[in-house]
């Protein structure tokens, strides 16, 4: 089993729609045969990825109106032969990003004769940057993880698994520890220290963005999207505010 993934946080303030035109271009021109993407929150943005990444036939993403449900969308060059979303229950303060219903989106992708389960999922920001146990948006994404680990443990996906997307969670979080125990699954970044948000002046995170995945599924992974990019109209811009994580997988 062969498959390059990537996953990325689009960033929905600014820009967006060139930011989204611009990427497409990058899709189409990419070896990967499924993209997780977060953040894709406007369906007229939603629309201008489906025309312009002819070469990704299949797609997924919740319901669309009036936004796109968790923001979450997934493209694939690989038959998609299911396909689910799933939100989380909505717990703890208000909170305007409770308007997108985050969640978690699976698909069920065909390559060959074997099949993978992919799970696209944004969780809820930790506006604090304080991921200690106590901290209040730690103990909502703590309870976002448990939620995907029981729909993770349903009988019915036997697939390998892999688990890509906007974490909001680092890599180093007994969070994150606790939810790979509990599901089997392995960081095929192995711990990497390098951040996947774009630092800032004012704030550098920790790696938020993850790759799980069921043994023995292994991955060589890069990060991407890192430099300017020119958008459509001749200015340039970086994509996001995060990186991209490409992998490549073998089994």
């Known amino acids: 089993m062969n498959i390059g993934l990537l996953t990325f946080n689009t960033l929905f303030r600014g820009d967006s729609r060139a930011r989204i035109k611009a990427l497409a271009g990058i899709l189409e021109d990419s070896s990967y045969d499924v993209v997780c993407l977060q953040e894709v929150v406007s369906p007229l943005n939603l629309a201008a990825l489906r025309a312009a990444t002819p070469s990704y036939p299949h797609i997924a993403h919740g319901p669309s109106v009036p936004l796109v449900r968790g923001g979450l969308v997934t493209l694939s060059r690989r038959p998609i032969v299911r396909r689910h979303f799933r939100p989380y229950r909505f717990t703890g303060r208000p909170r305007l990003e409770g308007l997108l219903r985050k969640g978690a989106l699976l ?145």
């Open 107 to 251: 698909t069920r992708v065909q390559l060959g004769d074997e099949h993978v389960t992919i799970v696209n999922t944004h969780l809820t920001a930790n506006r604090d940057t304080d991921w200690d146990l106590a901290n209040p948006y730690t103990r909502i994404e703590a309870g976002e993880l448990a939620q995907l680990a029981d729909l993770l443990a349903h009988p019915a996906l036997t697939d390998p698994l892999i688990v890509a997307g906007d974490l909001n969670v680092p890599r180093s979080s007994p969070v994150l520890r606790d939810f790979r125990d509990a599901t089997g699954l392995a960081d095929v970044l192995n711990g990497d220290p390098a951040t996947t948000f774009r630092p800032t002046p004012k704030l550098s995170l920790e790696p938020i963005d993850q790759i799980l995945a069921t043994p023995p599924l292994t991955a060589t992974t890069t990060l991407v999207f890192k430099d300017e990019i020119r958008l459509p109209d001749g200015r340039t811009s970086y994509l996001s505010d995060h990186y991209g994580i490409a992998a490549a997988f073998s089994m």
